[in-house]
């Protein structure tokens, strides 16, 4: 359940009050007073005692005089699960539960009473909601919000009320504003798809304290994320990721990085305090379609554009640099005594005329923002520059943030930049920091809507991977040997350098580093010692027989010492990588208990936590999500070359990071991972050590990823006339594929299939179409080989669910030269049987009543065909995919 009867909770025409009371200072009472006069629909009020309210009073659910869309439930915690029943028997379908003190059974008696009626609950332990734009303040906070375009949504209730009161003071409105309490049936899911579309929301603000279901959350943040701005502060940064584990990645389950590494997935933006949550959505509501990477500071006050500078120094941002063209211009209309460099200090004697000039010449910069910072003088009025400058600052696309410095004197030149759309921040540090999230919320899209290349080809060597796994479960192990787990590596296309297991026996030792071939690598083998260099258990660069002799025998003397109970079962030798100007780095995965399955890369080595360079992403990957996790650490830098040190070979990288996210979809039995460290160069990768933890519970896999990963089972191929085709979900890689195909499709096809007259298509559209999420929408591309080798798309049907599952709207596009041949039958044929084993109950469409082949195609396929009650030119469709159920409707 999802967004099904949120319309009821969130636009209500008619609502009820239960426990409305005149008892001054009740919770009834107060909730009673800020609906009373204020909400534009039918009020009425419920209490046997019947008191005088000024509005109808009932005395109980049953002598409602119609079904309230909406109640408001005020009454003790024993009362709740029977009035919820008795306001589902009489048609009311959403209640805001404010009462606290539920039980557990009395929780789950109140949602089984819900589910037969799908009668929602916001609730309960909640303040309540407001919808300014309705009157509605279904809640008993102490005022009532301002309407505006920001829907908040908390966890925490007390927040809810500080935030009410700290927005009023700023004069900051709201679409929806809503507690959420212990969110025992809407959740933060529920609220992401509906607001996702509400027309009213421009931006979505959050304050989270937990997840109760991570695919959900990510499936609805995603779709929201791209038609809106989604900002979130999360409290618990410190939470458990400090703890001991048996591998440095397994450390990471459970941690505030693992979060972060799912708001980046989601394309939202996370920020660490309220004021930063409201510092990012005026910047990310009025300028989000500014995409400048560097800033120009033009200011009257030198110490405001050094305040400046030091923000952007500390916060990453970088300042342009003036060009010589700019700065002969400057110097024609500023004083002799002007910065001469950014900022750009224009004096603070200066007339309106001079800051007129300068915003002219620095907006032909059509790489850089701009930050406009003013302090008041005695010269010019601040308004009057306001309203001089609002012609050049309000040319689009927007390039300038406002930050009038101070409060009353400028309080007129804020409200008029205010009122023009241009973002407002009182300080400069608040104008950079804003201008930081801009930035790296246009990073997180970018992974949002990112098409890569094709990835390369991952040979897992599944049935011997999985053998080498239960090898260890049978005997009770939980970790593999190294050897084991780098035999592993080695089936999942990790390179791993030869190794000789012998017995903890330094002749023996010595024997088969001979073999090898000197230099060699010395390491203890015991199934109790994971982190061997810790006891002294790895000694590098054994140049002879006696060395190594000499090292084996002082390595069981060092090990006997600080770890006596291990088991040993021997030794394992390998021969030395040296490579210069090689990199040592970490790749690692572990099951994290609420999103899943992670991946690490970061900077490798014995120092790795010390260094605490690192980085953590969610799969499924591909080769560019692959790179934007690497490019998150600092190591990035040095593996991009330096001096004589070539870069060095990122497809190994991406192809090891590929290999372990593949890992944790297909062998769900990994709990956790290291490869620690990897040593990368110009030449590629090699794996030198590797950890690798085992559990019969199976606590990975595909089915545990927070992001449903490519539906590969789904792909099929069939004949088609004299060659073979091949149906497939589509891809993020289909992009360029995706608009050839478009390409061979006439302009009128196009039309008569989804109502589009544009030939072109931007590479934002594209990215919707070709990036999607599999959890709730499917995309099946019918391709052919070319006489290249290559592969081209012959034509698409997709479905798109709402967020219940329980319609499908559907579309369908052949190419234009291979209409008739059947096609069209293929694609619908391969989506209904998809959306019926998916559970979609129906699949709807529109069509025009001119397109009468469709038509006809969709009536042999058993689709109801009527008019459209609005449009006589379209027909609506429908196909039942679902066996009827009694009572059903």
Partial sequence: MTIRNLDALLQPRRVAVIGASDRPGSVGATVWHNLHG???????????????????????????????????????????????????????????VITAGLSAQLKQAMLQAARPHTLRILGPNCIGMLV???????????ASAQPGNIAFVSQSGALVTAVLDWANDRGIGFSHFISLGEHADVDFGDLLDYLGSDARTRAILMYVESISAPRKFMSAARAAARNKPVVLVKAGRSAQGARAASSHTGALAGSDEVFDAAISRAGMLRVHTLHQLFLAAEILARFRDNRSQRLLVLTNGGGAGVMAADAAAHMGVELATLSESTLHQLDEVLPGNWSRANPVDIIGDAPTERYVEALRILREDRDSAILFIQAPTAIVPSEAIAEALLPLATERPPRVLGCWLGSGAVAAARARFRAAGIPDFATPEEAVRAFSFLRQYHRHQAELLETPPAPPGIGLNLPAIRALVQRALDE????????????LLAHAGVPTPPIRTVPPDPEAAATAAAELGYPVVLKILSPDITHKSDVGGVRLNLHSADEVRSAARAMLQRVAQARPEARLQGFTLQPMVQRRGAHEVIVGATIDPLFGPVILFGAGGTAVEVLADRAVALPPLNVALAEALIERTRIARLLRGWRDVPPAHRPSLHAALLAVAQLLADVPEIAELDINPLVVDAQGAVALDARVRVSAERPGGAARFAIRPYPQELIEVLRWGQELLTLRPIRPEDEAQHRAFLERVDPEDIRMRIFYSRRSIEHSELARLTQIDYDREMAFIATRARPDGGEETVGVVRGICDPDNDSAEYGILVRSDLKGRGL????????????????????VGQVLRENTPMLALLARLGFAIRPHPDDPDLRLVELPLQPATAGAG
């Fill in 476 to 487: 009770g192990r939980p970790w593999l040997t190294e050897p084991e787990a780098k035999q």
């Fill in 38 to 96: 204020r909400f534009c629909g039918e009020l009425v009020a419920v209490n046997p005692r019947r008191p005088a309210l000024g509005a109808p009073v009932v005395a109980s659910v049953a002598e409602l005089p119609l079904s309230p869309d909406l109640a408001v439930v005020c009454t003790p915690p024993e009362t709740v699960p029977g009035l919820i029943a008795e306001l589902g028997a009489r048609g009311c379908r959403a209640a805001v």
């Fill in 824 to 843: 069209g039958r293929l694609l619908m044929d391969k989506l209904i049987r998809y959306l019926r084993a998916h559970g979609t109950r129906r699949i």
């Fill in 132 to 142: 300014p734009h309705l009157g509605l303040n279904a809640s008993f906070a102490h």
